[in-house]
Structure formats: structure tokens, C-alpha cells
């Protein structure tokens, strides 16, 4: 009665399986790339550096400026008819036009080229990010995809598992089976229940773990189910070609290069530090005098015929030759070339993580390669061992324990050929991805 129970409630919570819905790897990619915040933050950040990027001839427009003021001067005077001193206010007002443009400055062409390559950086390190973000949605795929299949195997296994727990009660009720071998049964069958519960709870998990990754919130992670990947066999490429195409193509190499490039320009405009600069002028300005409350009858020209006589035209050019500022620009080079240098170390230190990754992942490719074949062929000789011990068992020739320990080899060859299986294949996916940027 309670494998029937037991066979029930499985049977309950495996229908669901029907209505769950299908997930590929590039659904997921592309899931993940328009909810990733970290894309749309790297967005931004190109947008950034292309409002800063201008052109060099922009640098070398005037600045252009107008001011104007209003003012009192409250004090005191002497009047000439007395020779006393009266208090007297003046108001007066100030305008001026100003204008200012560098006529040599070789920060302008610089800064105006460090922009543009600050422009390609941005686009870069977006690129990166989301080659980053595409290895770890790989990676979680398969990390599901690896436990789904094993799910499946165990449910399978515990087909058999019931079968001959049913079929061993009736035979010890009838005493053609001593109970130690009822027994033995009973604790291979709820120990199978516990693995299918615990890989079900760990399938839960990671599914939950891949959702949040692509930051899907309205899907349950009992309501999707991964597709198989249809890949390439593996090729036993050289590492060196692996290596030498990836560097043409992987995105974090790229950044690395562009913001070397970008600490270069950085030491030019510290060293323009010590070049002179020649600059034009130009100010316009006026004035209109009132004086307020003074001795005698005073007289002033109207507002707009003081401004007509008052102004001033001053234009000239400039030339400001840098001497000595308590060598801070000599400190701002030394500073730019360190950073030169450590941009130039990053450099050489993504290349050799990245020749270390290949190499790794190839080597783990062969070696799972190898095991395989050698798992395909242990699982052969598993499974006519399980056969074999199978009719013993219904024959009453071998035990209980026996029958489970011939049941566990399969299961645990099984296991390991799907792992194996599966390391090759995101294996392949990744080293492709490395070399080419791309899946497929």
C-alpha cells in the first residue's frame, strides 16, 4: 500500500513537468542582455563619452562672455563754494563684452584624440561586460541542464526500484524471501527517494539561481525546462590558434588595449604642461556716471550718450610660457607615465589570463574526451552486470544488497559519462566563445 501511495504522489508531482515551458541558451542570453542593468549602466557610459568627444576645432572657439554691474559710492565730498565737506552718493553702472580664444594650444588636438579613443574604451568595456555576463549564463545553463538530466535518470532508476519492492513484499509475505532482504530493499528504495528529493531541490535552486542571473522575476523555476544543445564535436585545436584568434577578438583585451592607448595621450597632455600657449583678446566696455545728492547744480550727460562716449575697445594677444610651478607639472608627468605602465601591465595580465584559460579548458576538453570513451565502455559492462544480477535477483540466486550495489555501479557510471558528456560540450561552447566572441 505505501509503494502504491509513494507511486501516486510521484506520479502528482512529475505531471507539472507537461506545462513547463521551453528555455534555450540564446533565449536566455538575450533575456538576460535586455534585463541586465549593468548593460544599460555600460550604455550610458558610452553615451558619456561621446558627449565629451568633440573635435579639435572646437577648442579653438572664443569663449565669450558679458557682464554688467550697478553701484553706489556713499561718502563724502568738498564743496568748492564753502570748502566744506558734504556727504555725496554716485551711482554708477558698467558694462562689458569679453571674448577669448587660443590660438595655439596643443592640449586641444591631444585631449580631442584621447575622446575619441575614451569613445571606443566606453564601447569596449560594454562589449566585455557582456561577454563576462554570456560565460556565466553558459555556465549556469549547464549547471541546470546537468542536474535536469540527472533528475531524470534517478526518476527512471526509481521505476525499477518500485518494481522490486512490490514484487519482494509479496514474495517475503509468502516466505520465499527472508525480511533481511526486504529490508535492504526498503532502505535502497527510501534511500533512491532521498537522492530523487535532494537533486530536485538542488534543480530548484539552480534554476532560481539562473533566473536571477537574467533578473526574470514572473517565471517560477518549476515552470521552465532547458533545451539540449546541439554543438560541434570537439576539435583538438591547437592552443596557440585558439590563442592567437582570441586576441583579435575577445572584448577584454580590446579594453585593456584601448585604455593604454587612453593613459598615452594622458602623459602628451601632462607634458603640453610645459608648452607655451598663445592666445587672443578682445573686450568691449562702457559706463554711465550719476552723481547723487551734490553741492550745486550738477549736470550729466543722458544713459545712452555717456555709453556712446565711455566705451572702450581692448584687443591684444597673448603668450603665456610656462616657468616654474613648484614642479607640479614635472609630478603630473612622472604621474601619467606610472599610469601608462600600469595600463601597460594590465595589458600583458589579461593576455596571460586569457592564454591560461585556453589552456586550462583545452586540457580539461581532452582529458573529458578520454573519459568519456572510457565511460561509454565501463557503462556497456555496467549495464550487462545490472542485467545479469537483475534475473539473479528475481530468481532468488544473489540477496538484496547485492542487487543494489550492481544497481549503484550502473547509477554511478551513469552519472559520471553525463557529467563527462556535458563538461565536453560547454567545454567546446566556451573555448569557441573565447576565440570567436560568439556561440555559434
Known sequence: MKAITLSVLFLIATFPVMAQELWTLERCLETGSANNLNFQLRQLEILSAQTTARSAVMGFLPTVSASATHSYSIGSTIDPATNNRVSSTIQSDNFSLNANMDIVNFNNFTE????????????????????EYSLSILENYFTVLYTQELLKIQ??????????????????????????????????????????????QLLYNQKLALLQLMNVTNVLPDDMVLEHLNTEEAMNKPVSDTYENALKSYPKIRSAELNEAVAAKNVIIQKNG??????????????????????????VNPF???????????VGLQLSVPLFNGLRTHRDVQLAKIERQ????????????????????????????????????????????????????????VEAIVFTSSKNQLLTTEYNLLKAKFTVQYLSLKLHFLETNRFQ
Open 342 to 397: 600600469k595600463s601597460t601591465v594590465i595589458v600583458e595580465q589579461e593576455k596571460i589570463a586569457l592564454r591560461q584559460a585556453i589552456e586550462q579548458e583545452t586540457a580539461k576538453q581532452q582529458q573529458n574526451l578520454v573519459l568519456v570513451s572510457k565511460l561509454e565502455e565501463t557503462r556497456k559492462l555496467a549495464r550487462k552486470s545490472f542485467e545479469t544480477t537483475q534475473a539473479k535477483f528475481t530468481n532468488g540466486i
Open 304 to 314: 545712452w550718450k555717456q555709453l556712446a562716449d565711455n566705451k572702450n575697445h581692448y
Open 112 to 131: 580631442a584624440r584621447r575622446n575619441k579613443i575614451a569613445v571606443l574604451k566606453a564601447t569596449a568595456d560594454k562589449a566585455a561586460t557582456e561577454a
Open 274 to 299: 610645459y608648452l607655451p600657449v598663445i592666445s587672443a583678446f578682445y573686450s568691449y566696455s562702457s559706463f554711465y556716471y550719476l552723481p547723487i545728492n551734490q553741492p550745486g547744480d550738477v549736470s
Open 155 to 200: 526518476q527512471n532508476q526509481f521505476e525499477n526500484a518500485k518494481y522490486n519492492l512490490v514484487r519482494l513484499k509479496k514474495e517475503a509475505e509468502l516466505g520465499s524471501r527472508p525480511p533481511s532482504d526486504l529490508y535492504d530493499m526498503q532502505v535502497g528504495y527510501a534511500q533512491e527517494e532521498n537522492s530523487i528529493i535532494e537533486t530536485a
